[in-house]
C-alpha cells in the first residue's frame, strides 16, 4: 500500500507513451468502431491533401482560355470540384469527430466503472494509507485527461500525422528545393519546441498535483461538516482551502505562462518558414520556373506540414501526460486487496438456529500500528443461537472482534472459525451474506427510506422492509416525512436525527434476517424510552440465532447469555452478569460506575 501513498507525487506526464499500451483491453471490444474512426481520420486526411491540387487546377486551368465564356465554365467546373472537396472534407470531419469523441467518452465511462468497482473491493487497510481524495481524483481528473486524449488529441495527432507526411512527400515530388528549406525550417521549430516542451510538462505535472491537493481537502472537510461547524472552523479551513487553491493557481500560472511562450515561438517560427516560402515561390513564379497555382499548391503544403508538426509537437505533451494518468489508473486496478476469497471456497453448512461461533488464540494489531496488539491471544467460543456481550473500556478490542469476524483484516496469530470452518475458507461474499450488523456510526445513503432499508436485503418488497421497520419501531416517524417511505434523506442522511438514523439501520439488519448478528452500540443514540422499544425488539430479532452485542451502557446486556469482559485485548473473564459481579473486579468497576452512582446531596458552603 505504500507504492501507493509514494505515487501521490509521482509525475503526472510519463516518459514515454508507452504506458497507454495498459488501455487495449478497455479498447479491444469496439474495435469495429476503432477501425471505422480510422478509415474516417485517413478520408479527412488525404481529402485535406486533395485540397490545394484542387486549388492548383483552379489557378493554372480555370483562368487560361482567353474566351471568357470558356473561362466562366471552366472556373465554375473548378469550383464545383473545389467545393466538392469541401463538403468531402466536412463530412469525413465531422465523421472522424463523431467516432474519436465517442470512444473517448466510452473508454472514460469504462475506465470509471472498472476503477471504482476494484476500489469497493479494497480491504480497509488500503483506504488507512491513501486518501480518498487521491483516489477521486484518479477517478474524474485523470480519466477525464485519457477522455480528452483519446477523443480529440490522439484523433488530431494522428490526422496530423497523416497531413504532414503526406504533405512532405508531395513537397518533395513538386519542389525539392522548397523541401530542403522547410526541413531546415522544420528542424529550427521542432528542436527548441521539443527542448522547451519539457518544462511545460513538469509544470502540468506540477499543476496536476496542487489541484489533487485541494480535492483531497475538499473532500475530508465536506465529510466532516458538522465537526467543523462544533468548533467554528469554518474560516480556518476556508483559509487552508484558499491557500491550497492559490497554491494551484500559481503553479498553473507558471504552466500557462510556459505554454504561452512555446506557441508564441511555433506561430513566430512557423509565420517565418512560410513567409520564406512565398517569397521563394514568387521569385520561381516571376523567373517562370513554376506556374502560380503550382506557387498556390507549395504554400499550401508548407503550411501543412509546419501546422502539422507545430500541432504535433503539442499533441504529444498531452499524450505523455494522458500515459502518466493511465499509469496512475492502471496502478489502482493493480492493486490487490489484502483480503481475498479462497480460490477454492468452502460453502458454510446449514446455519438454521445461528451459527458457532469459535475465536482461537487470535492475535492482531493493525497495519498502521503494528507495536500495539489490538487483540492478544483472545479465545472465545460461542454456541449457535446463543448472545454474548462484548463489555470493557474503550480501547479494550470490541470492535475489532468484529472486524475480524467480517474479515476486513486477517488476524496475525490464531484462528477465527463459524460451524468449525475457518472463515479465510469461505468466500467473502458468502461470510458477509450470512453477517448482518447495526455499526456505531449509523449510516445512511442519499436516496429513499424505502431503498435504505432495503440495502439489506436488495429483492425484499416494499412490505418486507415495513416490517423491519416496524420490527426496529422506525415505521411511525417515517410516515411522518413529507413523502413517506419515499422521501429522500439526504447525502449521509442528514435530514434525520441520530436515533432515527439508528432504527433505519438496525431496520436494514432486521431485514437481512443473516444467522449472525453483530449490533455495536446499537441503540447508543436512542433517548432511554424509545432504546426500551428498540431493545425489545432486537430481543425478537435475536432469537434462532448467534447475537454478539458490543455496549457501553450495561444496562442493556445484562440479560445476555453470557457476558465477556475485555481490557487492553485480553479476554479477562466471561459468564453471566450475577457470575461477573461476583468475582471480575474490572466488571465490578464497570458495573457500579452505571448502576450504584446516585446523585448526591448538596453540600453546605460556609462564608466567611
Not at 37 to 50: C, D, N, P, S
Not at 532 to 542: G, H, P
Request: glycine share 8%; charged share 20%.
Amino acid at each position: 500500500m505504500n507504492a501507493i501513498v509514494a505515487k501521490t507525487e509521482a509525475p503526472a506526464a510519463a516518459r514515454s507513451p508507452a504506458p497507454l499500451r495498459a488501455l487495449a483491453p478497455f479498447l479491444r471490444p469496439y474495435r469495429g468502431r476503432i477501425v471505422l474512426a480510422g478509415v474516417f481520420l485517413i478520408l479527412a486526411a488525404l481529402t485535406t491533401l486533395v485540397l490545394p491540387i484542387a486549388l492548383r487546377a483552379l489557378i493554372d486551368q480555370g483562368m487560361v482560355s482567353p474566351d471568357p465564356g470558356d473561362r466562366v465554365m471552366a472556373l465554375r467546373e473548378h469550383f464545383l470540384a473545389l467545393g466538392g472537396v469541401g463538403v468531402a472534407l466536412g463530412v469525413f470531419s465531422a465523421l472522424r469527430y463523431y467516432s474519436v469523441t465517442w470512444l473517448g467518452e466510452r473508454l472514460a465511462a469504462d475506465l470509471k466503472r472498472a476503477v471504482y468497482s476494484h476500489m469497493l473491493r479494497q480491504s480497509p487497510v488500503f483506504f488507512e494509507t491513501t486518501q480518498t481524495g487521491e483516489v477521486l481524483s484518479r477517478l474524474t481528473a485523470d480519466t477525464t485527461l485519457i477522455q480528452t486524449v483519446v477523443g480529440s488529441s490522439l484523433s488530431m495527432g494522428l490526422r496530423n500525422t497523416i497531413m504532414g507526411l503526406g504533405a512532405l512527400v508531395l513537397l518533395v515530388i513538386t519542389n525539392p528545393v522548397v523541401m530542403a528549406q522547410v526541413l531546415g525550417a522544420l528542424v529550427l521549430v521542432v528542436l527548441p519546441a521539443v527542448v522547451y516542451g519539457r518544462r511545460v510538462q513538469r509544470l502540468s505535472r506540477a499543476s496536476q498535483d496542487r489541484v489533487a491537493d485541494t480535492s483531497a481537502i475538499a473532500a475530508e472537510v465536506l465529510g466532516a461538516i458538522p465537526v467543523v461547524q462544533s468548533y467554528n472552523a469554518e474560516g480556518r479551513e476556508a483559509i487552508r482551502f484558499g491557500d491550497s487553491t492559490e497554491n494551484a493557481f500559481r503553479t498553473a500560472q507558471r504552466r500557462i505562462s510556459a505554454r504561452a511562450v512555446l506557441v508564441a515561438f511555433i506561430i513566430s517560427a512557423t509565420a517565418a518558414a512560410l513567409l520564406w516560402g512565398l517569397y521563394q515561390g514568387t521569385q520561381s513564379v516571376l523567373d517562370g520556373r513554376i506556374t502560380a497555382g503550382h506557387m498556390g499548391q507549395t504554400v499550401v503544403y508548407v503550411i501543412l506540414l509546419i501546422s502539422s508538426v507545430a500541432a504535433l509537437s503539442e499533441v504529444y505533451g498531452e499524450i505523455l501526460r494522458a500515459a502518466g494518468a493511465t499509469e496512475r489508473l492502471i496502478e489502482l486496478l493493480n492493486t490487490r486487496p489484502e483480503i481475498q476469497s479462497p480460490a477454492q471456497a468452502r460453502p458454510l453448512p446449514d446455519t438454521r438456529g445461528g451459527l458457532a461461533l469459535d475465536l482461537r488464540d487470535v492475535r492482531f494489531h493493525y497495519p498502521s500500528r503494528p507495536s500495539q496488539l489490538a487483540l492478544d491471544d483472545v479465545s472465545l467460543q460461542v454456541r449457535p443461537g446463543e448472545t454474548v456481550a462484548l463489555v470493557g473500556p474503550s480501547g479494550a478490542g470490541k470492535s475489532t472482534v468484529f472486524q475480524l469476524l467480517l474479515r476486513y483484516y486477517d488476524p496475525q496469530g490464531g484462528a477465527l472459525l463459524l460451524n468449525g470452518i475457518p472463515i479465510a475458507s469461505l468466500s467473502l461474499d458468502d461470510l458477509r451474506q450470512h453477517v448482518g450488523i447495526v455499526p456505531q456510526d449509523s449510516t445512511a445513503f442519499s436516496s429513499t427510506a424505502l431503498e435504505n432499508i432495503r440495502y439489506g436485503r436488495p429483492e425484499a418488497t416494499d412490505d418486507e422492509v415495513m416490517a423491519a421497520a416496524r420490527a426496529a419501531h422506525a415505521h411511525d416517524f417515517l410516515m411522518r416525512l413529507p413523502e413517506g417511505y419515499n422521501t429522500f434523506l439526504g447525502e449521509r442522511g442528514v435530514r434525520l436525527s441520530g436515533g432515527q438514523r439508528q432504527r433505519i439501520s438496525i431496520a436494514r439488519a432486521i431485514l437481512k434476517n443473516a444467522p449472525l448478528l453483530l449490533l455495536d452500540e446499537a441503540t447508543s443514540a436512542l433517548d432511554t424510552e424509545s432504546e426500551r422499544a428498540v431493545q425489545a425488539a432486537l430481543q425478537e430479532a435475536m432469537k434462532d440465532r448467534t447475537t454478539l452485542v458490543i455496549a457501553h451502557r450495561l444496562s442493556t446486556v445484562v440479560n445476555a447469555d453470557r457476558i465477556a469482559v475485555m481490557d487492553q485485548g485480553r479476554l479477562v473473564d466471561i459468564g453471566t452478569h450475577a457470575e461477573l459481579m461476583a468475582r471480575c473486579d474490572l466488571y465490578q468497576r464497570l458495573a457500579s460506575a452505571q448502576f450504584d452512582a446516585e446523585p448526591q446531596a448538596p453540600r453546605a458552603v460556609s462564608i466567611g
